[in-house]
């Protein structure tokens, strides 16, 4: 029956959604060393830390780190970002949660709902560790969850559900 569902589930996604992480995939930039962050404006690796990088820039560095597998270096600019920031908060989480550290990313997740409940990716990196816990009642409600934020159809909403069908779950 699982088999069954799995089947159905992976043929309902959309064409590429899970390819490309529904979020248009890590961007490619030079690989800078750890703790560093590519400056668009100036074209080259600049500290994490420096102040003239704007949130978004860093936030790509964090998607660009974790698609890598290189967690603990997410997290050297994670810290350089704003801590109440519900992204920060999602890929604290997240970083927590490949490392190891369930407890410590389902806080995470659950300060990054707190901040903003329509959170669909804090929403489905909690519900994808829910299904590591073997929590899978607790998964389908953020599934339903993110689906009455809007986010039916989206890699959030595709990668929660295949999850909860097949056990699996990503690393990105």
């Not at 800078?32 to 860093?58: F, H, I, P, R, W």
């Not at 997410?74 to 890929?91: E, F, G, I």
């Amino acid at each position: 029956m699982r088999i069954l569902i799995a089947t159905a589930l992976t043929l309902a996604l959309p064409t590429g959604l899970l390819a490309a992480g529904g979020d248009g995939g890590a961007p490619s930039k030079p690989k800078c060393e750890d703790g560093q962050v590519y400056d668009k404006k100036s074209k080259k690796c600049v500290a994490a830390q420096e102040g003239n990088l704007d949130v978004d820039t860093l936030y790509e560095t964090v998607r660009e780190l974790t698609h890598a597998g290189r967690y603990i270096d997410a997290q050297t600019v994670l810290a350089a970002m704003p801590q109440s920031d519900d992204r920060t908060l999602t890929y604290l989480g997240f970083t927590n949660r490949k490392m190891g550290r369930m407890d410590v990313a389902m806080g995470y997740y659950s300060k990054a709902l707190a901040v903003n409940p329509a959170n669909i990716l804090a929403r489905s990196y909690m519900g994808q560790g829910l299904v590591e816990q073997g929590k899978i009642a607790d998964a389908l409600v953020q599934l339903r969850a993110i689906r009455a934020h809007g986010g039916g159809g989206t890699w959030a909403e595709a990668s929660l559900r295949t999850a909860i069908a097949t056990g699996q779950t990503y690393t990105y």
